[in-house]
């Protein structure tokens, strides 16, 4: 059986919810998970350990948490632990807001290898989720909850994830580079990570969550 990548909240026992939200102005590591207590976690990012502190907002992305939420759900069961799927030797990104010193985790993608997050990689700018409205060969639109958010794109924007391996090989036999408004439709769901410059927001890197139906 295909295991499913899913967005869920997290808590020590939250009802999970499919929710796309979008964490402007977050930071974002990522690293290794050392240890993992009742609210909290702790990630060896490029040899510093750093904790986050998780609550009923925090987001999870994790392979196998939409069966996870299935399942729990026909037991009656309230809800799955962010624990069962963020565990010790698992590679991770941790979105996260600091609040007066305490790294308030936004959201987890888990189940990197821990040799991918062994590198630091953090943002100037930060990150939003959403659905695409429109693309063109400069920009990209995602509706994210209430908002329409625009941003630049250009040669040097990386785009990854869900169905990318295919359409790049596809450009690849035919001898052909694709261009961005081959990879990326209207309603892909998708996390930006962008960079503001010179007021504008410019995408860094887009990361394909679904592709559109």
Same mark, same amino acid.
């Given at each position: 059986m295909k295991h499913l990548v899913a967005v869920v909240a997290v808590a020590l026992v939250a009802s999970l919810v499919f929710a796309p939200v979008a964490s402007a102005q977050t930071k974002w590591v990522r690293g290794t998970v050392v240890s993992v207590a009742s609210d909290t976690f702790v990630v060896k990012v490029a040899g510093k350990d750093m904790t986050f502190k998780v609550d009923k907002a925090t987001q999870l992305?994790?392979?196998?948490? !939409?069966? /996870?939420?299935?399942?729990?759900?026909?037991? =009656? #069961?309230? &809800?799955?632990k962010f624990a069962e799927f963020v565990k010790p030797g698992v590679g991770?990104?941790?979105?996260?807001?600091?609040?007066?010193?305490?790294?308030?985790?936004?959201?987890?993608?888990?189940?990197?290898?821990?040799?991918? !997050?062994? /590198?630091?990689?953090e943002t100037a700018?930060? =990150? #939003?989720? &959403?659905?695409?409205?429109?693309?063109?060969?400069?920009?990209?639109t995602i509706k994210s909850g209430d908002q329409e958010l625009v941003f630049s794109v250009d040669p040097k924007t990386l785009v990854v994830g869900q169905g990318m391996g295919t359409i790049n090989q596809k450009f690849k036999d035919q001898g052909k580079s694709p261009a961005?408004?081959?990879l990326l439709k209207v309603n892909d769901s998708v996390y930006i990570y962008f960079k503001d410059e010179a007021g504008a927001k410019r995408a860094s890197?887009?990361?394909?969550?679904?592709?559109a139906r």
């Open positions: 992305e994790a392979r196998g948490a !939409g069966s /996870a939420m299935r399942e729990s759900e026909l037991k =009656g #069961a309230p &809800g799955v991770v990104e941790v979105h996260y807001k600091d609040m007066a010193g305490v790294l308030m985790a936004t959201e987890i993608r888990s189940g990197l290898s821990p040799a991918e !997050g062994a /590198a630091v990689a700018g930060g =990150g #939003a989720r &959403g659905t695409i409205s429109a693309v063109t060969g400069s920009s990209v961005i408004t081959d890197q887009i990361r394909v969550l679904a592709k």
